[in-house]
Every structure is written in C-alpha cells, then in structure tokens.
C-alpha cells in the first residue's frame, strides 16, 4: 500500500536522523571527557610534585642540626683534627665524598652532630660588611663623562685596565705590571669619578673601600676586614681595589700614641703586608685616593706598593669647558650661554664646584617658574658657589 510504504520511509529517515544527532553528542561528551581528564591528570602531576617537595623538605627538617668547626690538622691516616665552635679539638673521621686536598687547615667544615665526623665543607666565612662593599653593578660613568684629565685617565688606564685585560704583554717585554696607584689632588678634582669610570670601562670586580671602615672598635677586627678584602679580591680575580680617603688609615705612625692609634696602626701594616707580602696577588690591581698625601706613612708611598703616584691638578680653561659642555648637555639652556665668560669666572673651581654651579643655575630657573636657564642664572649659581668658600676669587670680580 503506498500510504504505508510512505510512513515507513519516514519513519527510518526519523530514526536516521536521531541516530546522527545522538551520535554527535556522544562525540561531544567524549571530547569534553577527554578534556577533563587531561585536566585531573595534570593537576595530580602537579600535586605529586608539591607532595615529593613537601616529602624532602620534611626530611631536611628532621635531620639533625650540624656543628660547625675549622680544620686544625689532617692525619696520614685520613683523619683530621678539627677545632668546634664548642670549643675542644677532636680527632675525627672523614667522610670520602670530600676531597683531601681541599681540607687544609683554617677550612671551614661541619661535623655530624653525633659522631664528629666532617660530613661537608662549608664556604669561608665573610664579614657582611666586606660583601657591602663589592659593587654588583658598574657605576654609570664613563671616559666620555670626565673633563680632561686625558694624561691622568691615560696612566690610570696603563697601570690598571691594561694588567687586567692583556697581561701577556707585560710577560713579553718581561716585567711586572704596577702593584698600585695613588691618585692625589685637592677635592673635586676627579679622583673617585676616574675609579668609577675605570669600573664601569672594564670587566673586573670593583671593590670600594673608604679609609675609616678599616677602623674598628676591637683590636685586630681592622687587620682582619683588610685581610679578607684581599682574600675576596682574589677569589673575584681580575678585580680592583679601590681604597678611597686613604689618609684615613695611612697616615705617619708615631712613637706616642693612644691605644686606638695603636689599632689604626696594625690595620696599616696589614694593609702593607698585602699590598707587598710574600703571597703574589695576581689579577688584583689597587687604587687609593687621598687629598692629603703629606701625611700618609712613607712606608705606603715606597715603590713595590703605590708604585705610581698619580696628581689631580685643577682643570685649565680647555678641561672647564670641557666640563662644563658635560655637565650643559642634558640641561635646557639659553643659546646665547658665553662658554668664554663662564671659563674666565671659574678659574679657581674645580669639576666638583662646575657641576654644582650647573644644578644651582637650573635651580635658579627652577625658582623663577623657567624651564630655561639663561646667562644670568649661571652669573648668579657662580657667585653663591664662590661665597661659600668654592674658589679663590672675590665675588666682585666674578663674570664680567
């Protein structure tokens, strides 16, 4: 009958369709099935992780606290004599995961808590205070920063860049490169600003070092900061020493003197025992900086410790414009600025007293809600510079 051939055809379309429609929802479900579980295996991989990080810190926790001692002696037999931080000495067992030859006596080691045997070797010990005064990052001063000064810059550069970063040339001509420089000259003239220069221009590690830090309260605590100075410069190696206000520890020793001269007085003979011991210093090069080198101790001045000697003068006329084009560069000025008449009324300042005359005049245009700075700002930052003491020349006489 066609009436029923008809229903039936689309009966099985119906069915057909459904079929389809139900298969794409099991496919759906699978994917989103799939999905989840990718999900929940991602998780638990995640926490097995922070289960086996929690599972070895709780197993670091339950160890045993070590005891910390120095190496006094090793024994032909492999064993060590070894001073604790409790205070008696033992003869103790080695574990063999250390080597011999690293354990010599003044090592730093840690000792099980039970047996006594050394089971680590620890780093050396360092003052905080040394590992302040180690400059990560170089300075951001450069050569191209510093107003003439080309012969002292030039000297600087020979007698500590050029050790550092080609010292096969000094082995060829067959001598040995200057152990130290001191750099002299009145203040403002650019000793430090050529230090931190030299630390920005080369690789090395830069250490600086003010005089009165080497003065301690307790006797021998001086000596030892300068000996672990030297200690960390070597480790650092190629690095460089940078002693500033030198005069601070250097000066004359005298036969009178107080108990706190007497200190000031064995920091400087470990201070010359390491510029000029017996040990070889290697890749560690030394500057000092002072503005009053009458005073220092000869025994610091002999060759063989400072064996360069390097004077700061007061900047000329081409070194003040110099000066003064540096310090100008990045300031908002008036173009009708007269570099001739700003030479002639420093004549006395040193680079110091130029950039400070530079921030007054911005200062003084600063005052008057001016982002220019004009010719009578500078007449004006030099006078108040000069009245403060920064020069020899009367005020009356400045900037015609």
Same mark, same amino acid.
């Not at 250097?250 to 007497?262: C, P, W, Y």
């Not at 900086?289 to 360069?308: E, H, K, Q």
């Not at 000329?316 to 110099?322: A, F, I, K, Y």
């Given at each position: ?57 709780? /197993? ?9 001692? $120095? ?6 037999? +492999? ?17 063999? @995961? ?10 730093? !080691?840690?000792?099980?808590?039970? $047996? ?5 070797? %620890? ?18 001063? $450069?050569?191209?920063?510093? +107003? ?25 001509? &067959?001598?040995?490169?200057?152990? &130290? ?6 203040? *403002?003239? *650019? ?6 220069? !030299? ?8 250490? #600086?070092?003010? &005089? ?7 006797? *021998? ?6 000996? /672990? ?20 520890? &250097? ?16 920091? %400087? ?38 064996? #360069? ?20 560069? +990045?300031?908002?000025?008036? $173009? ?19 950039? @400070? ?31 403060? +003491? *920064? ?10």
């Amino acid at each position: 009958m066609p009436g029923t051939t008809d229903a039936k055809d689309e009966g099985s379309v119906e069915d057909t369709e459904y079929s389809q429609s139900y298969t794409r929802h099991l496919e759906r479900r699978l994917r989103a099935l799939e999905t989840e579980k990718r999900i929940l295996q991602a998780e638990r991989s995640r926490l097995e992780k922070e289960t086996q990080t929690l599972r070895t810190e709780l /197993e670091k926790l339950r160890q045993s606290p070590l005891i910390t001692a $120095s190496i006094v002696e090793m024994l032909e037999d +492999g064993r060590a004599i070894v001073k604790s931080s409790t205070g008696p000495n033992f003869v103790v067992h080695v574990t063999s @995961t250390i080597p011999k030859d690293r354990l010599q006596p003044g090592a730093l !080691v840690a000792l099980n808590q039970r $047996s006594f045997a050394v089971t680590q070797e %620890l780093p050396p010990s360092r003052d905080p205070m040394i590992r302040a005064m180690e400059i990560e990052e170089a300075p951001d001063v $450069s050569y191209t920063d510093i +107003g003439g000064l080309q012969d002292q810059l030039r000297e600087i550069r020979e007698t500590v860049e050029l050790p550092l970063l080609k010292p096969d040339l000094f082995e060829q001509v &067959g001598i040995e490169p200057p152990k &130290g420089v001191l750099l002299t000259g009145k203040p *403002g003239t *650019g000793k430090t600003l050529c230090a931190r220069a !030299v630390a920005h221009e080369t690789n090395a590690t830069f250490i #600086r070092v003010i &005089g009165s830090e080497l003065v301690q309260k307790f006797i *021998g605590e001086g000596a030892r900061l300068v000996r /672990e100075i030297f200690m960390l410069a070597k480790e650092k190696a190629p690095a460089i020493i940078f002693v500033d206000e030198l005069d601070a520890v &250097g000066s004359h020793r005298l036969d009178i003197a107080t108990s706190g001269d007497r200190e000031v007085q064995r920091t %400087l003979m470990q201070l010359l025992s390491e510029l000029d011991g017996f040990e070889n210093r290697g890749q560690v090069a030394v500057l000092g900086a002072t503005n009053r080198p009458d005073i220092l101790d000869p025994a610091l001045l002999r060759p063989g410790r400072f064996d #360069r000697i390097i004077d700061f003068p007061l900047p000329d006329d081409d070194s003040r414009r110099e000066i003064f084009r540096i310090h100008m560069r +990045g300031m908002n000025v008036d $173009s009708n600025i007269n570099f001739d008449q700003l030479v002639v009324a420093t004549q006395s300042q040193s680079g110091a007293d130029i950039k @400070t005359i530079c921030t007054e005049a911005g200062m003084f245009a600063i005052r008057d809600n001016r982002i220019c700075v004009t010719s009578d700002d500078f007449r004006k930052a030099i006078v108040k510079v000069q009245e403060r +003491g *920064g020069g020899d020349r009367p005020p009356s006489s400045i900037y015609c």
